[in-house]
């Protein structure tokens, strides 16, 4: 595109200067030529004087010699003289024919001589008798100046062209580069870069034409569009997973009551089976969360948590469970995808019916202020003997049934918002405890986990 638009501006300006500059050089040596002639007519005019007031040769001679034509032997007088043949003052050109057809004709003309023109001017003399008055143009003289106008017009339709391609090349520079700008981003949006934008406003988006500025919008709207789209995708997912992990713990409490025999062990072998199958689903949708660009989405944190706690209560009462729920009654707003807060309710309160007795009661409060909310899940169980160890479970390292998503998912969805997780032990039910802080607002100090997830964005 940029030399065409370069090729196409040398053509255009060089049509407009041909157009313009080949009929001023032509009027130049028009000029040139008019200009030769009518210094021949005023160095004829200047001896009608003479001529008027006396044919002597000699007087005639003195006024040749005054003149500037003269002095370059360039002028000559033809006097009149019996039988047509009169004497000629100077040095003649012209032919005899030539200058009786001048004399007959009582008006000047030029004829062709060697090596220029002759111009011919009567002039009537004494005795109703005429004199002709030859001044020599040369070839020269007609062209003198107009090979210098040549140059000068040239060199002027060679800086125009210039300044053309200049122009041209600079605007072609912009729109090349805004397009592509615009290729390299689809390439990048091909390849996987859910990030990537067209610059529409600023430095590198100026010149761009009107056309490409409406295309990198639309790219961005697409790209936008995308990755909600990828995002409701992953929520999609999640959501679903959750709903099937749900009844998955419940079958899998269901079969320990099953007591012993081949139907029940193929029994409990076909959940955790199952079990296995929807934790790798879970894993794929957690790695393309981690490698899709962030979406600004949030939620209701009370809103889903008494949501999952409601769908928790069932078992709870088949389990002979108490529960209390505390703090979820207003809105808290944190900036967390609603399916991933409802994974790590679901992880949190899966852990008090995963490593609690049958019957054992827990409670769950929830805290909003200023800049976090806080989620306090306590049961009234033996509590936790190695905290880091229970951490560690969340690594994939909590034995048989682990699917390394426990309390990890817990973990760094807190992080993700520059809070933290924290075990301890329930001052009110006197058994485990676990502190969920969702940060809300930046405070300045952000988690290490929250700025190594900065960083690997």
């Excluded at 000559?76 to 003289?81: I, Q, R, S, T, W």
């Excluded at 660009?293 to 709870?316: K, Y």
């Excluded at 905290?387 to 973990?411: C, K, M, N, Y």
């Amino acid at each position: 595109m940029r030399w065409a638009l370069i090729k196409a501006a040398v053509a255009g300006t060089t049509m407009v200067a041909l157009a313009f500059l080949i009929p001023l050089g032509l009027m130049v040596q028009q000029t040139a030529r008019d200009r030769a002639f009518t210094a021949a007519e005023r160095q004829a005019d200047a001896l009608g004087p003479a001529l008027a007031i006396t044919t002597d040769q000699d007087a005639i001679a003195r006024a040749l010699a005054s003149t500037d034509a003269g002095a370059r032997e360039r002028i000559a007088v033809h006097l009149p003289g019996p039988a047509a043949s009169g004497a000629v003052v100077g040095q003649a050109r012209a032919d005899a024919p030539g200058v009786a057809a001048a004399s007959g004709q009582g008006r000047s003309f030029t004829v062709r001589v060697s090596g220029g023109f002759a111009l011919l001017q009567p002039f009537a003399v004494e005795d109703g008798r005429v004199a002709v008055v030859e001044v020599y143009v040369a070839e020269s003289d007609l062209s003198r100046g107009v090979g210098t106008a040549w140059l000068v017009l040239s060199l002027v339709a060679l800086v125009l062209v210039a300044i053309s391609v200049l122009v041209a090349d600079r605007m072609g520079a912009r729109i090349v580069g805004s397009a592509r700008r615009l290729a390299a981003a689809a390439r990048s949006l091909g390849h996987g870069n859910l990030a990537v934008r067209v610059p529409v406003e600023g430095r590198q988006a100026d010149g761009a034409p009107d056309e490409l500025r409406e295309a990198a919008h639309a790219f961005n709207a697409m790209a936008d569009r995308v990755v909600h789209l990828l995002a409701a995708e992953r929520e999609l997912a999640a959501d679903l997973s959750h709903r099937l992990r749900t009844p998955l713990t419940v079958l899998r409490l269901n079969t320990a009551s099953l007591g012993e025999g081949d139907a029940a062990h193929a029994t409990r072998h076909a959940v955790a089976q199952l079990e296995r199958e929807v934790d790798q689903i879970i894993r794929s949708a957690r790695r393309a969360s981690d490698d899709a660009p962030a979406v600004a989405i949030g939620c209701d944190a009370a809103e889903v948590i008494r949501e999952r706690v409601g769908f928790w209560s069932a078992l709870a009462e088949d389990e002979s469970r108490r529960w209390q729920l505390a703090g979820a009654e207003g809105p808290a707003p944190v900036p967390v995808q609603r399916g991933d807060l409802a994974a790590a309710v679901d992880a949190l309160l899966g852990n008090v019916f995963r490593h609690t007795a049958t019957g054992t009661a827990f409670a769950v409060d929830v805290l909003a202020t200023e800049s976090s909310v806080i989620v306090l899940v306590g049961d009234a169980g033996p509590g936790f003997a190695d905290p880091a160890a229970a951490l560690r479970r969340g690594e994939g390292q909590g034995g048989e049934g682990s699917t390394g998503l426990g309390l990890d998912i817990v973990r760094k969805l807190a992080e993700a918002t520059g809070g933290d997780l924290a075990l301890g032990r329930s001052a009110v039910l006197g058994g485990a405890e676990l502190r969920l802080r969702l940060q809300t607002r930046p405070d300045g100090t952000p988690s290490r986990g929250a700025r190594r997830r900065r960083l690997r964005q």
